[in-house]
């Protein structure tokens, strides 16, 4: 499954979902005829599950596939415009086959979402009776992704079309559950990878926004290095050596490396669970799976998120060279952004985790968690007592760089928001407050601590991470970034009330300092991610630093250059000009009849 | 000046700058020739200031103009690649002229940096000897812009080219500076209205997000109502009422209004001092001028930064949908966020009111101040203590809803950091560090403290705007408005040392109870935007809800789906594909081959 993640722009999700779904739903019966088609590319899939109106309430899908016993057929329908599939990717124009979301229904009863294999297309690639299909329009980014609408009008399919290793329909229309059960264990595992890989795409997406504006960093200059300097031609400062500057490009360089160290573990966790057993440094204990997974959510919607805003602060530490699409980094920006939103809106994902924070707070209180969660296990002391949380105070700056003294106030804020919030939730209900109103009227305080808990336990695999390796020069540069992410997030969020005033000085002057550490390994470490130039794309992230030839060159290309004047000169333009004033050229000054 | 504000595209440029450079800085005899011509479209004209390698450093552009005297005349060139005008609007492909920004050169010395006025095309658009000139190439937004490049090589015009209102030129070649003075009551009221227009515009893109993105979250339902309800088809929850997603929404609008507040406020003061007795609430004492234009560089730094953050967070709010260029929300963050980086990056125009602001500090010991440092003042009280700064501590939630009370928390704030980074910078000169290299290294800090002064300062404006007006419910709904926009700023900001756990815990609750109460009208509040569908130009955010049948119209309309198959199927998709197979159709489960 690894090399899904290589794949870019159409076919992605016919491997990574269409494929990915008959690997899992399918009976060996119904694998043996689709999947070594898929696999040749003999038939295109896609995965059409969100409809116009509904996204992340896959309950609410409102396609319907009724069965009809007389002729052993199930019949789909798209009743409502609103019903119709929206978004799938390599639907629009590619796919003949889809792996449809519907709604299953037997002698007028609901049996909630199943998935059924649909022809889409026939041999001439054009839409088989009662299916309307085509593309969405274009979008912010990532336009090479074909996503398409579908409209399906009585369509009608074998019963064997519905994936059924884990239920089937009968021929007397009986709904009949498999012998197979899903594996819970690789249920888990298998949502750990996953989320995994998007916390991978996003360290890597990140990765490029790095070089490109790392580089570019490295070779503009801007502001004279000696300001009583008078000539013009005075030397000037790189931008990198200004301190905001560096801020904002190394913070992100640091949550770039982080996301690659969890990303990692993520993953090589979900190998160990298969049975790889060369893999270390990871989960081994099973028992934590569900904590895992439910962490995961909050971890890969976190992830999204940072780095979506991190490529596009990115960009501006570009300036107006940034803006152009030849950067690489525009673009950038905006083929990513979607996936803060696909796969589960990060709002939803975020407060997914929170729903299982507060019954992690709930269920502590009759046996020790573990995983992620294990630090709660502290209210599990009869003695416990909230007020004596806090971390001490600092006595040297060198603490705000000490990883263990960092953990220890990301701790106390994940610890002090999950039980805040549950103190807060349980009087709401207690006060007669409905559960799902109290929900949503703490949803803002859930959000905050379920952020908190997840960057904790980044926090964690991080400096687990950087510590197994061996002393080195690295390893020094690999600890500074993981110091410097913990930093910056201080610096970020909102921690009054948890820190005191000495704290906050003391990370402003370890952030300080940090950057001016980080500042001569800061080239290498975007060398590191070892992008070439074709990958890097880019004018202004070019390895040989001759980004202004580069600009130039591609200026010169532009479509706009091909004619002179523009097309639509003759006709809009030239009737306002004074034609005959413009016949002195410079020289209009020296004309008498002026 | 105003119309210009409603310009579009192309040739906002020539309007907006070409035109009030020659207003400001040509002689009568200079603007007798050019202006009429330009105001007529007779010419088109350019602002060619950056380059390739300068931007907010002006005074190192290379350009150069060498007066020649035996021709009377100046010589222009871009004798390097960097020194290349990259960026000017409306030159690339449209301008006939340009104000070009050069260092003047006599005799071998350096005058600084003049603009002078040079033909570029002939009178059949064609470039003009010794002009190499053309377009960027295609930007992340905005592309209706012609943004060009500009190389001038030996291009010579008249001496009387330089725009001489303020100095000149003579025939010897002497710089003689002319008895005019530049005002600088008018220059300073001059970057106020500037600024305050771009607040203005910030403010009026973001009112189009909001409008959107307040539709939309009244159209769109997600999640079941009842989470007992079994059924598909059950009722659903319009997402505007889930909380996180209406803090998102409201605090944007908050902003929007709040940010239209400052730049009527910004825009009405430059009316009054230019003499229109006519506005009120707006300053009219103008001893305090100099600290107003440079509390402006920050405001406008701070206004373009949030919006642009604010329209993509607007934009992720409406899902999917929010990422197709139909939803109007999409291209509008696009074509916005270049304002952060162009006309002052929002680093460099921070940074430029911290100067101002160590500046008063220092000053103040010496006279009290006025205008926006007028909080300042207290340092000079003998018997001023730091440490009692602090607001008292709330004995309600109603108190953090309370204007005065967010206003005194906004003061201390500013005071605090403002006051914190002054001494800090104290102490490092004194230790011995050069005064730019403290100020680099304080950056980060100098950054939050202008960012407190500046918003400090727009709460000041937006709470005496609000007050205005008599009582009545829209004033109680502004209130409210301005008091989410207070809490908004103080859960983003890590206000950590200056709030206590109480202080934050009261706003939270605040956030929440002002969310609910700001609810009822909140389709009111951007329907008074009056921004009829033409304007809004969104299939999500129209006046009258049909918004998933917009989103089908539009699709359906995709360049894409004018063909089908698609161009490139014969070629590259069907050779892949088994025909034989897909002949079957649906069926394909009934064939006995199988």
Request: glycine share 8%; charged share 20%; proline share 3%.
């Amino acid at each position: 499954m690894m090399e899904n993640t290589v794949l870019k722009g159409s076919l992605m999700n016919h491997h990574g979902l269409f494929v990915s779904t008959i690997n899992t739903l399918a009976s060996d019966k119904q694998k043996a005829i689709w999947l070594p088609k898929a696999f040749k590319f003999e038939i295109i899939g896609c995965y059409a599950q969100t409809e116009l109106g509904h996204g992340s309430n896959v309950r609410g899908l409102q396609t319907v596939a009724t069965f009809d016993k007389q002729t052993q057929e199930f019949v789909l329908n798209t009743p409502t415009l609103q019903s119709m599939k929206w978004w799938p990717g390599t639907l629009g124009k590619l796919g003949t086959h889809a792996a449809v979301y519907a709604e299953l229904i037997l002698d007028g009863k609901e049996y909630g979402i199943h998935v059924f294999m649909v022809q889409i297309r026939d041999e001439n690639h054009r839409p088989l009776k009662g299916i309307e299909v085509g593309d969405l329009g274009t979008k912010l980014g990532d336009n090479a992704n074909d996503t398409g609408f579908l409209r399906l009008e009585n369509v009608r399919i074998p019963r064997e079309h519905l994936l059924n290793k884990y239920q089937n329909v009968d021929a007397d229309g009986k709904y009949v559950k498999s012998e197979k059960k899903t594996n819970p264990k690789l249920h888990y595992a298998t949502m750990m990878f996953t989320r995994g890989m998007m916390v991978g795409g996003a360290s890597a997406a990140l990765a490029r926004a790095s070089v490109i504006a790392v580089r570019y960093s490295c070779v503009r200059k801007q502001g004279f290095s000696n300001p009583e300097d008078s000539s013009f031609t005075a030397p000037e400062v790189q931008i990198i050596d200004y301190q905001v500057q560096r801020y904002r490009l190394f913070r992100q360089l640091s949550l770039t490396y982080v996301l690659k160290f969890v990303s990692t573990w993520m993953v090589n966790s979900f190998a160990a669970l298969e049975g790889d057993s060369k893999q270390v440094g990871v989960i081994t204990d099973t028992s934590a799976l569900p904590e895992l997974a439910a962490t995961s959510a909050g971890m890969k919607a976190i992830a999204s998120f940072m780095v979506a805003n991190g490529i596009e602060d990115l960009r501006k530490c570009c300036g107006g060279n940034g803006y152009l699409l030849s950067s690489g980094i525009a673009p950038l920006a905006s083929d990513y952004v979607w996936q803060t939103t696909a796969e589960g809106d990060f709002v939803l994902l975020i407060l997914l985790t929170g729903r299982f924070l507060l019954k992690s707070l709930a269920a502590v209180r009759k046996g020790p968690l573990s995983g992620p969660v294990e630090y709660l296990n502290v209210v599990r002391d009869p003695e416990f007592d909230p007020t004596k949380l806090a971390p001490q105070q600092p006595t040297s700056v060198e603490q705000l760089m000490d990883l263990d003294y960092l953990l220890s106030l990301f701790k106390f804020r994940a610890l002090a928001l999950v039980l805040g919030v549950g103190a807060e939730m349980q009087k709401r209900v207690m006060k007669g407050q409905k559960q799902a109103q109290a929900w949503n009227s703490l949803s803002l305080d859930i959000y905050n601590a379920v952020r908190a808990h997840c960057l904790y336990f980044i926090l964690q695999i991080a400096v687990n991470t950087v510590r197994e390796g061996k002393e080195s020069s690295e390893r020094a540069a690999a600890e500074k970034l993981v110091a410097l992410f913990a930093n910056s997030i201080i610096m970020d969020d909102n921690w009054a009330g948890l820190l005191t005033e000495k704290q906050v000085r003391y990370v402003r002057e370890a952030t300080a300092q940090l950057l001016d550490q980080i500042r001569p390994d800061a080239v290498a470490l975007v060398d590191a991610f070892d992008l070439p130039d074709s990958v890097v794309n880019s004018t202004i992230g070019k390895y040989d630093g001759n980004i202004y030839e580069a600009l130039y060159e591609y200026a010169i290309k532009s479509e706009l250059n091909q004619s002179d004047p523009f097309k639509g000169y003759y006709e809009h333009m030239q009737p306002h000009l004074d034609r005959e004033f413009l016949k002195h050229g410079n020289k209009v000054w020296n004309q008498s009849k002026l």
